[in-house]
């Protein structure tokens, strides 16, 4: 709700108070339930693109990555950090993405900068400024096509795993549309300790446990399939 006021309020000064020729697009989801107030500083981000909901607090070298969340599946994506940490000893770093093209738009043209001023200090792009804080795995998850987050592929230093919605979905709920194509709590566990284990962080046998875990069928049909 707090991303939307501040969108919607930035739309309204640039607009009508300062009389800008632009359009804002807004995608409104009907799912219920409770708003969390907004954290301090967090206005900047949103309208960047993207900003920290939640840091981790890791202690010494425990597994560690960045999970970035959109729209809805954020809260399954906050939850799935919950889980890595109760079940696994792995700390995440949430990040809530109010644009990915807002994101793209920026790393390009920082990349065109660095491309014309071969003689100046290198710009960098904020999804690089945000998440190379920490340089580990980064896994965003979302209810848009996979093409939608891999849009900033770019622009993200370090692996980067992508979790989306391709294909046709077949339920009658929101839990089994997530589960089946994969953005729910349970499988972005999976694809969370998949991205440590492909870094060494972990080993792979923890992978093979959470899909036992949290009842994720490793041989379901692929979405993009159906």
């Known amino acids: 709700g707090y991303e939307l006021a501040v969108i919607v309020q930035d739309g309204m000064r640039r607009m009508y108070g300062e009389g800008e020729d632009v359009f804002y697009y807004l995608t409104v989801m009907n799912e219920k339930y409770e708003q969390p107030a907004m954290p301090e500083g967090a206005a900047p981000g949103i309208l960047r693109g993207m900003y920290r909901v939640r840091e981790a607090k890791a202690p010494g070298k425990a597994p ?9 599946i954020l809260r399954e994506v ?7 940490e109760q079940d696994f000893g792995v700390h995440a770093d949430v ?22 001023h071969p003689d100046e200090d290198r710009k960098r792009s904020y999804v690089e400024r945000c998440l190379a804080q920490q340089p580990v795995p980064v896994l965003a998850s979302s209810d848009y096509m996979t093409l939608v987050a891999d849009q900033i592929r770019p622009f993200v230093p370090g692996a980067y795993s992508v979790l989306g919605t391709d294909g046709f979905g077949r339920s009658d709920t929101r839990r089994k549309l997530r589960q089946f194509f994969e953005v729910d709590r349970y499988s972005t566990c ?6 440590l284990a492909e ?20 041989e379901k ?6």
């Open 95 to 116: 990040w809530s993405v109010t644009s990915f093209s807002e994101l793209r738009r920026d790393g390009l043209a920082a990349a065109r900068w660095n491309r014309l």
């Open 199 to 218: 870094q060494g962080q972990i080993d792979r046998s923890h992978v093979a446990a959470a899909l036992r875990k949290y009842g994720v069928d490793p």
């Open 78 to 84: 906050l939850a799935a950090a919950d889980l890595l």
């Open 190 to 195: 999976v694809a969370a300790l998949a991205a």
């Open 64 to 72: 560690r990555l960045q999970m970035l969340g959109a729209g809805a």
């Open 221 to 226: 049909i692929d979405p993009l399939s159906v």
